[in-house]
């Protein structure tokens, strides 16, 4: 078992930036990758951006050149550092991690809001 735990979330003005922090504990050994989905009331699940065990890293295209994922794997760490954020960025974030394929929830955080602000 894997737990992940988000952190960072929170309200901000359109424009700014906000860092979200996801600290994975439990059998680390077994993933293969981690990352970010988000979720805007009434709307599906959409990946956000996840990075490998490699240290590949891939983006939606709406967060591309904003958004950055990157990992610490001496603390066993996530980060995201999102940029330039818009309204349409005003989503629960939730952070992932997988233990066959990249993109798999295996296993979920409990969400942290993002509020970006007009």
């Given at each position: 078992q894997v737990q992940l735990?988000?952190?960072g979330g929170g309200l901000v003005q359109a424009g700014g930036s906000l860092r979200l922090s996801c600290a994975a504990s439990g059998n680390i050994r077994s993933i293969t990758g981690?990352?970010?989905?988000?979720?805007?009331?009434?709307k599906q699940r959409e990946r956000v951006?996840?990075?490998?065990?490699?240290?590949?890293?891939?983006?939606?295209?709406?967060?591309?050149?904003?958004?950055?994922?990157?990992?610490?794997?001496?603390?066993?760490?996530v980060?995201?550092?999102?940029?330039s954020l818009k309204p349409e960025d005003t989503s629960?974030?939730?952070c992932y991690a997988a233990k066959g394929w990249i993109y798999a929830g295996?296993?979920?955080?409990?969400?942290?809001?993002?509020?970006?602000?007009?």
């Open positions: 735990v988000e952190s981690m990352g970010w989905y988000r979720q805007a009331p009434g951006a996840t990075i490998t065990s490699g240290g590949t890293t891939n983006y939606a295209d709406s967060v591309k050149g904003r958004f950055t994922i990157s990992r610490d794997n001496a603390k066993n760490m980060y995201l550092q999102m940029n629960v974030y939730f295996d296993y979920w955080g409990q969400g942290t809001q993002v509020t970006v602000s007009s």
